[in-house]
């Protein structure tokens, strides 16, 4: 089984920027589709990221394009998100999961989640 480890959230001021990581461990992933999801508290976990298993495909929520950037790095099993131009409504514990799905199907909230990580908590003051 696939797992992940995120880190890299912290305490940041709107406008900062932050970079999480996700480590990948277990069988190869390589073929797996990857995603970065968020859930702020009181609200439902929602999709901010996909990225497809070459890396060459990426989609977004609306509303972090253009401010965040998902990338994956397959000699490492790693996968980053690029947090920029944060947001106080950024504010989220971030999880990275794995998909067996398609990134689109992710991005269209059909796909299937085979693992998450346990998350990394981001604090966007205002």
Partial sequence: Q???VESGG???QAGDSLRLSCAITGRPYETYALAWLRQAPG???EFVASIDWSGQTTYYADSV???FTCSRD???NMVYLQM???KPEDTAAYFCAVSSSHAYDLFRGTG???NWGKGT???VSS
């Fill in 2 to 4: 696939v797992q992940l």
């Fill in 10 to 12: 912290g305490l940041v």
């Fill in 43 to 45: 609200k439902e976990r």
């Fill in 65 to 67: 394009k253009g401010r």
């Fill in 74 to 76: 397959n000699a490492k």
């Fill in 84 to 86: 920029n131009s944060l």
């Fill in 112 to 114: 299937e989640i085979l």
């Fill in 121 to 123: 908590l981001v604090t």
